[in-house]
């Protein structure tokens, strides 16, 4: 790959195109992996401001778990996440779970 | 061109007295140049202040060591210092109050007027008054006007009337 | 249609302090930091009346301090407003690593620099040390001589700044000029406004185009970008030279960037900077000429980008020149921080003339046209290749 030269490169290092980091897939990075259980997330969100990466989506919908029922739950965009482990960090009841990867 | 060295004590109001008649210079369309002696300024502290007054541009930056007048708004610093340092010969001074010195002297009680005029023994614009008399370096009506750049309203009454009394009553010793 | 040359001429007795503040005043200013420091104050002091008066249409910002004031219009600057700080002396050492940032995010922010000594110990007085210190930090640099000038040049600097997309810092002596009154000729207001138009800029932040500003650059990117700074810099010194003439033709008043007194035939040169400097060395040509010697005097009003040519055409030929530096370089190869630079541009054309390191005016140290013609009776007598600290108790 060539990288632009000088004169191809925007003044003061602006990047013009918004969400041009989608092109980065730091999902590579990972070597444990996040496993998030859906049985035990209490749906507090904290893991959701935490990521650094913004890869923990929150899904619209009707979800029962152990007979309690909830308008959503959090899946994490794995194409993203570089696996820093700080959702598992952070989580109030251990509902996220680092893992190697395989 | 013409190099006035002003000698004062801090609060007197020397240096806003040169930055007057530098500017009542100016609106006469010549060139002339203010700056005091900086330092801290402190009151009470002896103070200097410089103007050099010509009909060509001014360039030289250097403090005056070699003035054609001497102006000092405080006899009392003729015991802590020699304000006539440098005079050059035939140079005048400009003194408050009548003090015998080896030169062409002239004087207004200037801390009197101050007094009686502005309650306050701030001489400066008595001592722009003497300096216009004793020197012509300006015309009484361009001091007074560029008075009005420095002091407005009653401030400026007051400071202009002191500066016609004063430009009367300066005498040669 | 009138031009302003035509009307009505408004001189007014001003500091340089003051004489900034009318330049900011007449440029339209959008934000101006503001944060106090001697011998600076009286700028801020002056454009807070202004907006008081209601005569510029400003904010005016308080920071807590000069990190934040260049902070603050690094701020402004990339939302697309015309902004202006002025500062001297520590203000400036604290300001410093914001000053790569703005040149680095290529902001056309304007600044006032009276240069004032260092601390420890503390001075309040005048030298150039701390506008020295800024030499690699990708700011225009301009060095003004007289309160005319000054306001000239902030003007100026305005519109190179914006063309170039660089800061710009305008810098004269601190009090022998910042508080020295003299004869400011101002221009129409409407006419500045003219010659200042607002230009659409590629590194501002709008809601409807989003960019990203300051991002993070990897080793395969940052060479790049920095050298883009190098190659605006190094150009912007026929923009400055344009901009002038531009100026010198609407106004009738223009400088180039390098003044020079008596040169044509002069045998020896003093390099100098600063309105206390060259006009000591401009009185001192004259009467080094009187006792025989050919004496001429440069003025850089340029420092940054280094005028390197016109200087080094200027002293390929003569006998003998020296600078003389309101600043020590700690530890360099010379004295003076300037005449290093000097020597550079010298060397890089293959030229050898000899030359002298006056180091002066450190913490205002008074400075007497005397002084001067004792430069050129060195010159004339041979001295060469050292460093003299004049006016040093030894």
Redesign the interface.
Known sequence: MS????HE????????E?GSSRRNPTGGWRSLKPVLHDDRCIRCRICWMYCPEGTIKEIKGEFVVKGKKYQYKYEIDYTYCKGCGICAHECPVKAIEMVPET | MIEIRFHGRGGQGMVTASQVLATAAIMEGKYAQAFPEFGPERRGAPVKAYLRVDDKPIYKREPIVEPDVVVVGDQSLFVSENPLEGLKPGGVLVVNGAYKAPVKTYYVDATSLALKILGKAIVNTAMIGAVVKATGIVRLESALAALGKYFTGRLYELNAQLVKIAFDQTKEL | MTTALQKARTVLALTSNYAAAYAVKAADVDVVAVYPITPQTTIVEKIAEFVDDGELNAELIHVESEHSAMSAVVGAAAAGARVFTATSSQGLELMHEVLHIAS????PIVMAVPARALSAPISIHGDYSDVMNTRDTGWITYIAASAQEVYDTIIQAYKVAETV?LPAMVAYDGFLMSHTTEPVELNDEEEVRRFLPRKDR??VLKPEK??????F?MP??YY??K??VQ??LLGSLKVIEEVDREYGRTFGRSYGVLQTYRVEDADYIVVAYGGASFGNAREAVDAAREKGIKAGAVRLRVFRPFPADYIAKLLADVKAFAVVDRAIAFGGPAGGPVFAEVVTALWMRGIDTPGLSIVHGIGQRSMYVEDFVKIFEMLKDGEKSKVVYMGLRL
């Open positions: 990288l632009p030269k000088v490169i925007p003044i003061g290092g602006i990047i013009t918004p | 680095g995010l290529r902001l997309l590629p590194n989003p960019i990203t500003m300051g991002a650059a395969d990117y790049e970008i050298y883009q190659e605006a």
